[in-house]
């Protein structure tokens, strides 16, 4: 049986589940709802359930017709949680909540993990994805189009690279750096007009920078700048298109 939002038991293992649109009943407050599934669903650890409204800063007394809509995440959340279930089905679930409670759901999800119990987590925010997340697939229009651990999907970023030389590059040394494996900005772009100084040189580095911190010390380099690969500039590789939104900001992605 599955509770609205609530908990399923199939052959005896749990689950705990937060719906992408979590309907409530305005009518009763949150604590006799949390008591309602918790009666309904099996056993729960009532000093780990007060655990759970406490870090998320919930207030269970009220009614939940009251409740804003990130309040009424949080109890989402608690209720989806509180059975400390086998699996954990979650969609978007830190819609609503600011960014401190976002931090502290994070932070459960990977205490889940660590004592074995599974997570299902869809998001856009791929920033989030990226803190808790070992394995991600990566869905558009409904068609899978990549199943990878997070670290290898990572590591297929490029990385920006931002040198600042004594002196504007050679040829040779343009070379060196291509072979190195760093594309460098278009060079028929007017740089100065854009403000770029003719000794700086800017590009993106796709796979290890060995081969590139190698070639440096022979730059006449003053300061360089090596990103570390982003995990929405692999997303959006899958996509064939460049950020167009700030990194964390919805769009047309999904990340599971």
Known sequence: MRTPGGRARASGSASGYLP?????????????????????????????????VER???????????????NKQKLGLVQALMHRPDLLVLDEPTSGLDPLVQR???????????????????????????????????????????????????????RTVRLELERPLTPGQAAALLAAGLEVADPGVDRASAGVPGNVVEGRLSGSPVALIDVLPALGLIDVV????????????????TPTVPAGAAGDRHVR
Not at 20 to 44: A, F, N
Not at 110 to 127: M, Y
Not at 226 to 241: F, T
Request: charge should be negative; hydrophobic fraction near 35%; aromatic fraction near 4%.
């Open 20 to 52: 992408g649109e979590l309907r409530l009943d305005g009518r009763t407050t949150g604590t006799e709802m949390l008591d309602h599934l918790g009666r309904i669903s099996g056993p729960v650890d009532h000093a780990y359930r007060s655990e759970l």
């Open 56 to 70: 998320l800063g919930l207030d269970p007394s009220r009614r939940i017709g009251t409740l804003s809509k990130g």
């Open 104 to 158: 502290e759901f994070l932070a459960l999800v990977r205490e889940a993990k660590s004592t074995g119990q599974a997570v299902f987590l869809s998001s856009h925010v791929i920033s989030e994805v990226q803190q808790c997340a070992d394995h991600v697939a990566v869905i558009r229009e409904g068609r899978l189009v990549r199943s990878s651990r997070v670290a290898d999907l990572r590591d297929e970023a490029p």
């Open 226 to 241: 090596i990103e570390e690969p982003d995990l929405e500039q692999a997303v959006l590789g899958l996509y064939g298109r």
